[in-house]
C-alpha cells in the first residue's frame, strides 16, 4: 500500500521541461502535448447508442449531485429515486433500458478508465464524485465489450476528469439552502513542468428533510441529515514524446441518518489507480487500481424505535488492472486486444439485537471473494461510409472462499457453514456497423452479449428494511445478456441533432428479490427478463440558446417458470415503462447562463408482485449563474420547483419521500 499511496508522487518526478528530449537528453524541439485521458474513441463507437453530456451541463445541475446530471440520459437508473443525500449507500445501484435491479448495478460506471463500483455490493459512490470536477460523461447503453466489458450487462458510464485545460488555477464554491444545508467545494489546477497535478475537495452536510410523511411521523421520526466529505488528487505527466502517465487518490466518507433516530449509515473508501498511455505507432493502455472500501448500517425498529440489527463492519478490497493494445494494422482497421482483471473480497460483521429487551442476540460474519480474468480482441473495419466492427470476450469467473457463522453473545457457535467455489469460462461478444448515407443521416445496428458475476452482497449478506428480511443465496449463478438494436441519426443542419434507437435485451439468469412471504424475501435467479424499447433523443443550438433531451420507453417483464412462475409477465420492480428528460439553457450573457430542467419517470412498482406502486413524478429544476466581478459569479439553483410529491419507496403503504421544493444560493469563483 506505501508503494500505491506513492503514485502521485510518481508521476511528479517524470514532470519534464516544456520542450522535448531525445533519447541523449539533448531537446529535440518537438512540444509534448500532455492529453490527460486515455487512448482516442473506437471508429465504430458510434455504431452503439451513445451519448454525451458536456462539461457546462455537468456543472448546472439543479441539485449539484452527479446522479442528476446523468439522469438526464432518460433510461439511466438507480434503483431507488432518491438521491446520495436520502437513500442508503447500498441502494444506489444502477442500470439503465429498464433491466431491472436488486440495488446492485448492471450498468458498468468508470472514472478515468477505473470501475467504481463497491468492491462488496456493487453500488456507486456517487457522494465521492463532485461534478465541479468531472470533464466529460460519455454513456453507452447495452452491452459491453472491451476492457471491463464484464461488468457493463446494461451498459457503460464512462466518467473523464476534467484537466487543467477545464479547470483555473483555482476554483471554489460555496452555497446555502433554505433548510441550512451546505455545500462547499475547491479545487487547483498546476502545471508542473508539462506535467500537471489537480487537487479537489467537497464537504456537503445537511440537517435534512423529512423523508417520511406528516400523518405517518412518530416521535423517533428523523431527518434525512447527512455529512459528506471528498478529495482527490491526479497527476499527469509525459514520459517522453509519446508516453504519459496519470495517477489518482481519491478518499471519502458520508455518513446519513434514514427515516428515525439512531437510523445511522456511513459509507468511506479509499482508491487509488496509476495509469500508463502510450501513444506511438504501437498505442496501449495499462491500468492497474486498488479500492478499500466500508459500510456500516443500523436498522431501527418501525413498530418498537429501537435498534434490531447493527451491520458493525463490512470491510472490502478490490484490485484490478488492464492491458489494452492497438498494434498498426493499416490505415482501414483499429486492432484491439487485451487482457483485464477484477477480484473483490469482503466481509459482513453484524449484530442483531431484541427489540423487546435490547439485548445482543448473536454475532454474525459472512463474506468470500469473487474474481473474473477477461481476454478481448475487438477490430474495427472502415470501408468508406461504412464502419464495421466485431469483438470477443472470453471471461474466467470464480467465486470462492465464501461462508456463513453465527455465534451468540458468549461465543459459543450457532452455525457455521462454508460453501462450495463456482468457477466458469463464459464467452460474449459484440458486433456492430455504422453507415453514413449521407452528410446528415447515419444508420446503426448491433448485436451484443455480456455477462454479470453476482457480488459479494447478494451472494452473502441478507438485510432487513424492517419488518421484511432479504435472505442471501450463495448458489446464485453469473447473470446473462443477449441484446440487440437499430437506429439512425440525423444532422439536419448545424446545431441540429436527433436519433432514434430500437432495442431488444433478454437478461439470463436474472437476480431479483423474490417474495416468499410478505415479510420475507430471497435473492434468486430468475429464467430472465426481457426488455424490448425505444430511445429518442434530440439537441439543438441556436445562438446563445441550447437543448437538450431524451425519451425513452420500455415494455420489460419477468420471464417466470418454476419456484418464479407465479411472477411470468410481471414487470420487474423499480422499473418504468417510460422515462424522459430535458433541459434547455440560455446563456444571456458571457459567464451568465439560465437554465431549466425536467425529469419524469412513469410509474413503477415496489415488489415483484407488482404491489406497492410508486406514482408517476415529474420535476423541475432551474440553475442561474450571473457573473460578478473578475472570476466571480453568484449562483441560484432550484429544485423540484412545483413541490412534487416524489415517493422513493413504498412498503404496504409505509412511504418514504424524495427532495421536496429547495432553494440554494452562493457563489462561484473560476468556474
Same mark, same amino acid.
Given at each position: 500500500? !506505501? ?11 517524470f ?9 541523449? #537528453? ?25 451519448r ?64 467504481? *463500483? ?7 459512490? +456517487? ?9 466529460r ?8 465489450s ?6 457493463a450487462l446494461? #451498459?457503460t ?7 487543467i ?10 452555497l ?8 462547499i467545494?475547491?479545487? /487547483? ?10 487537487? =479537489?475537495?467537497r ?46 487518490l ?6 446519513? /441518518? ?6 445511522d ?12 498511455? #502510450? ?24 413498530t ?44 459482513l460483521?453484524?449484530?442483531? +439485537?431484541?427489540?423487546?429487551? %435490547?439485548?445482543?442476540?448473536?454475532r ?9 480474468l ?16 466485431? %469483438? ?12 456463513y ?8 457457535s450457532?452455525?457455521?457453514?462454508t ?13 456492430? %456497423?455504422?453507415l ?9 445496428? =448491433?448485436?451484443y ?5 453476482? /457480488?459479494?452482497?447478494?451472494l ?9 428480511? !432479504? *435472505?442471501?443465496n450463495?448458489a ?5 445478456? &443477449?441484446?440487440?438494436?437499430a437506429?439512425?441519426?440525423w ?9 432514434? !434507437?430500437?432495442?431488444?435485451?433478454r ?9 416468499? /412471504? ?13 426488455a ?13 440558446l441550447?437543448?437538450?433531451g431524451?425519451?425513452?420507453y420500455?415494455? =420489460?417483464?419477468?420471464d ?8 411470468? #409477465? ?48 415529474? !420535476?423541475?429544476?432551474?440553475?442561474? &449563474? ?19 410529491t ?18 440554494? %444560493? ?6
Amino acid at each position: 500500500m !506505501t508503494a500505491i499511496y506513492s503514485f502521485p508522487l510518481v508521476a511528479l518526478s517524470f514532470a519534464v521541461p516544456a520542450i522535448g528530449q531525445d533519447q541523449s #537528453g539533448e531537446p529535440s524541439g518537438e512540444e509534448i502535448v500532455v492529453i490527460g485521458s486515455g487512448l482516442p474513441d473506437t471508429p465504430a463507437a458510434p455504431a452503439y447508442s451513445e451519448r454525451e453530456i458536456e462539461r457546462e451541463q455537468i456543472v448546472t445541475a439543479p441539485t449539484g449531485r452527479i446522479e442528476d446530471v446523468l439522469a438526464s440520459i432518460a433510461g439511466f437508473q438507480q434503483f431507488r429515486r432518491s438521491d446520495s443525500r436520502s437513500s442508503n449507500p447500498s441502494a444506489q445501484g444502477v442500470t439503465l433500458r429498464a433491466l431491472g435491479g436488486n440495488a446492485s448495478s448492471r450498468a458498468l460506471v468508470t472514472l478515468d478508465g477505473v470501475p467504481m *463500483q463497491d468492491p462488496f455490493f456493487g453500488y456507486v459512490p +456517487f457522494a465521492a464524485l463532485a461534478p465541479e470536477y468531472i470533464g466529460r460523461v460519455r454513456v453507452t447503453r447495452g452491452g459491453g465489450s472491451g476492457p471491463f466489458g464484464a461488468g457493463a450487462l446494461a #451498459g457503460t458510464v464512462a466518467l473523464t476528469s476534467a484537466g487543467i485545460d477545464d479547470l483555473g488555477p483555482l476554483t471554489a464554491s460555496a452555497l446555502v439552502d433554505n433548510r441550512g444545508s451546505t455545500e462547499i467545494a475547491a479545487g /487547483t489546477a498546476v502545471k508542473l513542468g508539462q506535467g500537471h497535478v489537480v487537487a =479537489a475537495g467537497r464537504w456537503d452536510r445537511s440537517q435534512g428533510f423529512f423523508t417520511t410523511p406528516d400523518d405517518q411521523r412518530d416521535p423517533a421520526t428523523a431527518r434525512a441529515a447527512f455529512d459528506s466529505v471528498s478529495g482527490q488528487i491526479r497527476a499527469v505527466a509525459p514520459i517522453g514524446e509519446t508516453l504519459e502517465l496519470q495517477a489518482r487518490l481519491l478518499a471519502f466518507d458520508d455518513r446519513r /441518518t434514514l427515516r428515525f433516530d439512531g437510523a445511522d449509515s456511513s459509507a468511506s473508501g479509499q482508491d487509488a489507480s496509476i495509469r500508463l498511455v #502510450g501513444r506511438g505507432d504501437w498505442q496501449f493502455d495499462a491500468l492497474a487500481y486498488v479500492q478499500t472500501r466500508n459500510f456500516t448500517n443500523v436498522v431501527i425498529s418501525s413498530t418498537r424505535f429501537v435498534k434490531v440489527l447493527d451491520q458493525s463492519n463490512t470491510p472490502s478490497t478490490g484490485l484490478g488492472g488492464k492491458l489494452e493494445l492497438r498494434p498498426p494494422v493499416g490505415d482501414d482497421h483499429l486492432l484491439r486486444v487485451g487482457i483485464d482483471y477484477r477480484s473483490s473480497e469482503g466481509e459482513l460483521q453484524e449484530q442483531p +439485537f431484541s427489540a423487546f429487551t %435490547g439485548e445482543l442476540r448473536s454475532r454474525r460474519r459472512a463474506g468470500g471473494a469473487t474474481g473474473d480474468l477477461g481476454l478481448f480482441v475487438e477490430n474495427d473495419w472502415v470501408l468508406g461510409p461504412l464502419v464495421l466492427t466485431g %469483438g470477443l470476450r472470453a471471461d474466467r469467473t470464480t467465486i470462492t472462499g465464501g461462508f456463513y457463522n453465527e455465534a451468540d453473545p458468549a461465543g459459543a457457535s450457532l452455525l457455521d457453514e462454508t460453501y462450495a467455489d463456482q468457477k466458469d469460462w463464459t464467452v460474449t461478444w459484440r458486433t456492430g %456497423g455504422l453507415l453514413r448515407t449521407s452528410e446528415t443521416v447515419s444508420l446503426r445496428a =448491433a448485436a451484443y452479449s455480456g455477462l454479470r458475476l453476482p /457480488t459479494l452482497n447478494e451472494l452473502y449478506r441478507p438485510f432487513v428494511v424492517f419488518p421484511v428480511v !432479504t *435472505q442471501a443465496n450463495p448458489a446464485l449463478e453469473v447473470e446473462r445478456l &443477449q441484446g440487440f438494436e437499430a437506429g439512425l441519426d440525423w444532422v439536419p443542419a448545424k446545431g441540429m441533432a436527433f436519433s432514434l !434507437t430500437a432495442f431488444d435485451n433478454r437478461v439470463e439468469n436474472a437476480i431479483a428479490n423474490v417474495t416468499l /412471504t410478505p415479510t420475507l424475501r430471497q435473492r434468486q435467479n430468475l429464467p430472465a427478463i426481457d426488455a424490448q424499447g425505444i430511445e429518442l433523443g434530440a439537441r439543438l443550438e441556436r445562438r446563445a440558446l441550447r437543448f437538450d433531451g431524451t425519451v425513452t420507453y420500455t415494455d =420489460a417483464s419477468v420471464d417466470g417458470s418454476g419456484a418464479s412462475a407465479g411472477l411470468a #409477465g410481471n414487470r420487474p420492480p423499480q422499473t418504468p415503462r417510460w422515462a424522459a428528460a430535458a433541459t434547455l439553457a440560455w446563456e444571456f450573457v458571457e459567464g451568465g447562463l439560465l437554465s431549466f430542467t425536467l425529469r419524469h419517470v412513469e410509474e413503477q412498482f415496489e415488489s415483484d408482485q407488482e404491489s406497492d406502486a410508486l406514482p408517476p413524478a415529474t !420535476t423541475i429544476g432551474a440553475f442561474a &449563474q450571473f457573473p460578478i466581478f473578475d472570476q466571480f459569479s453568484l449562483v441560484l439553483r432550484a429544485e423540484n420547483l412545483l413541490d412534487e410529491t416524489i415517493v422513493t419507496r413504498n412498503a404496504d403503504s409505509v412511504l418514504d419521500l424524495g427532495a421536496p421544493r429547495t432553494f440554494w %444560493g452562493g457563489v462561484r469563483f473560476g468556474f
